[in-house]
Structure formats: structure tokens, C-alpha cells
């Protein structure tokens, strides 16, 4: 059974750092990994999709690399900033559903 | 163009009754999902539809919860007898079916069980 797990749960940094967001999957066999980002009481914002077959997807300050055989991938934010605190979730595609991690409440301050 | 729309945003029911929520996908997209967020989780699968046929209905929790699509566009995910446990926020999403499969999200409806 296909396990994601998304550290660390919380993230409170200042404006203007680089941050690192960690995904790691249990099974290997995906098709896509999909970044999204989340405000409260909001609903799901895709940020990234990467296929199977890439390795990285950048779009603005954002990259996201995947790893598959070690079972990782990474959301790269440079320079953040205050508008980027949410909650960030990697999910994963086997066959069709995706499968979601717990996710990562950043908080950037001033 | 227009998003994934969701119907309500927000609704608040009794133990026991009878709840209908509402998806409206973008338009051309064949496959549309649902999936259940509890407070501080990820969301979880429910059930996929591609076309007008449920290809996966595994994620669903029993049988008090249905879902159809009867014309390939707008869904209803209906839940029978409610229970407090139910109290989540649903959320549907839908993509062009193809091996990309990059999912789009709606707001999702916040369904409170008293």
C-alpha cells in the first residue's frame, strides 16, 4: 500500500530564505507526483505536476525534483515570502487516484 | 475559463439525515474524483469517475455513501443516515483523463454533522 510522508509538518521561517519541502512514497511505481498548495479553508491549488519520466519542474520561484527509485522529491521555494505561507501537499499517482501526504503548514513572517 | 465548482460551500445537518453534495467539473474533462479532508490530514480517495461509470469506487467508507455521474459532466456524491464522523470537507476534482493526469481542484464543501 502506497504511504507518503511529508516533513517537516510545520515550517516558520523569515522572508526571503530558500526553503526545502520533503516528500518521500513507499512504492516506487507511480506515473506523476503533483505539488499543490493549500490555504485555509480553501481548496487545492496544483503547483507542479512532474511525469514519471522527468526529473525536475520548475515554474517561477518554485522547482520540484523527483527521485523515484530512492522514493523522494523536493519543492524548492527561493526567496520566500510572506504570501507564500500555506499548507504545501505532495501526492502521488499510481493508477489514477492520487495519494496525498499530511502536508507542510509554512508560515513566512515579515 | 471557469474552474471546478462545488455546491454548497457549506452545509450543517442533523445525525441521521440525508445529504446531496454537488461537483460541476471543467468543461471536456472526462474524469472527475472525489476526495475527503479531515481536519490536519491530506485528502483522501473516495471514488473516480471516468465518463459516466464508476471505474474506482475503493476509497468509499460504506455503503451509506454513493456517488453518480449520470451524463459525464456534474456529480453528486450522496450520503444516507449521516454520522457525526462524516464531518469533513469534501472535495472534488477533475482531469482530462489522459496519462498526464494533472487533477484540478474546487473549493471544496465543508459538511458539518451535529
Known amino acids: 500500500k502506497q504511504e507518503v510522508t511529508q516533513i517537516p509538518a510545520a515550517l516558520s521561517v523569515p522572508e526571503g530564505e530558500n526553503l526545502v519541502l520533503n516528500c518521500s512514497f513507499t512504492d516506487s511505481a507511480i506515473y506523476n507526483l503533483q505539488w499543490f498548495r493549500q490555504d485555509p479553508g480553501k481548496g487545492l491549488t496544483s503547483l507542479l505536476l512532474i511525469q514519471s519520466s522527468q526529473r525536475e519542474q520548475t515554474s517561477g520561484r518554485l522547482n520540484a525534483s523527483l527521485d523515484k527509485s530512492s522514493g523522494r522529491s523536493t519543492l524548492y521555494i527561493a526567496a520566500s515570502q510572506p504570501g507564500d505561507s500555506a499548507t504545501y501537499l505532495c501526492?502521488?499517482?499510481?493508477?489514477?487516484?492520487?495519494?496525498f501526504g499530511t502536508g507542510t503548514r509554512l508560515q513566512v513572517f515579515p | 475559463g471557469a474552474g471546478v465548482s462545488q455546491t454548497p460551500s457549506n452545509k450543517v445537518t442533523e445525525k441521521g439525515k440525508y445529504v446531496e453534495l454537488r461537483c460541476d467539473p471543467i468543461s471536456g474533462h472526462t474524469a472527475l474524483y472525489w476526495y475527503r479532508q479531515s481536519l490536519g490530514q491530506g485528502p483522501e480517495f473516495l471514488i473516480y469517475f471516468q465518463g459516466t461509470g464508476a471505474a474506482d469506487d475503493s476509497g468509499l467508507p460504506n455503503d451509506r455513501f454513493f456517488a453518480v455521474r449520470p451524463e459525464g459532466s456534474v456529480s453528486t456524491l450522496k450520503i444516507q443516515r449521516t454520522e457525526r464522523g462524516d464531518s469533513a470537507v469534501y472535495l472534488c476534482a477533475s482531469s482530462t483523463g489522459t496519462s498526464n493526469n494533472e487533477q484540478f481542484f474546487g473549493p471544496g464543501t465543508r459538511l458539518t454533522v451535529l
Open positions: 501526492a502521488v499517482i499510481g493508477t489514477d487516484k492520487l495519494i
